[in-house]
């Protein structure tokens, strides 16, 4: 949820998270509070104690979420992780719902962390799963993953937050409609 009190000064960008719970049982937690337990083997990107952004996959056997996390969401199997592509073998990567052609190139979205240290966020209209691995070897990711899939679910919003005051409820005197 985005805050709408002071705290929205802090937010930069929202991005969706990975698959639904009922489509996976990935783990999610949000600001300390966990929402569904972490899974075993599954790609993870979390944001630590003090703001520090962490990739990788959850190899506790318990479900215990360490205290240094904060938040944490998870999705399928890593489709990156140390430059190789699908490094599990994983088969299932989601499910289009209407065509043929759109169960291989629909929407997906990505998360990755790059060899220099940067999180980056990928989308595509019309991408392969194989397309979406080549995106994140081009960006140098050593660590990504697949987020969601299909239109209505992988989206980015950017945020820039203005004073009250300096908003413009009018169009500048100079602005010429057509």
Known sequence: LIPRDDRIHRVFAAFNGGFQTMHGEWGMQAQGRLIHHP???AATVATLRGGA????TWEREDKEVPTEVESFRQNLAPLVEDGEVNPFKNHYWGLAV??????IHIVRSGMCLTREGFGAYLWGEAVSLQTLAKAMQLARCQYGMQMDINNSNASLEFYRIVRRSSVRTSPPRDFKMG
């Open 39 to 41: 899974s075993k083997w």
């Open 53 to 56: 952004l962490a990739f990788g």
């Open 98 to 103: 209407t065509t043929k052609r759109e169960k």
